[in-house]
């Protein structure tokens, strides 16, 4: 079982990225999948979800700015950030979680925004 971040890099300030995760060794359709971040001397902390159904939910933070989705067919979820701000740098996770299941994450990708 296997999740695979990719898509960090460096981005000026009101720009954007689109991170992907790939899913393997599991029934990624079946499970939520999501993305963390964590910040220098700061908790892990949720950024977006959407479930197997495809409802979602986002931290205020990013509410507006951010896009979750996945593709099922390619075990794929993607997160797509727009108006990028400084306070969004961090290390990013993506999360995969089913009741009954032990949760999975991945191996984070760093993303960077300068002012």
């Known amino acids: 079982v296997q999740l695979q971040a990719s898509g960090g890099g460096l981005v000026q300030a009101g720009g954007s990225l689109r991170l992907s995760c790939a899913a393997s060794?599991?029934?990624?359709?079946?499970?939520?999948g999501g993305w963390y971040r964590q910040a220098p001397g700061n908790q892990r902390a949720m950024v977006a979800t959407?479930?197997?159904?495809?409802?979602?939910t986002y931290s205020d933070s990013v509410k507006g700015r951010f896009t979750i989705s996945r593709d099922n067919a390619k075990n794929m979820v993607y997160l797509q950030m727009n108006s990028l701000k400084p306070e969004d740098t961090a290390v990013y996770y993506c999360n995969a979680k089913r009741s009954g299941y032990a949760n999975r994450w991945g191996q984070g990708t760093l993303v960077t925004v300068s002012s």
């Open positions: 060794g599991m029934t990624f359709s079946a499970y939520t």
């Open positions: 959407i479930t197997s159904g495809g409802a979602t």
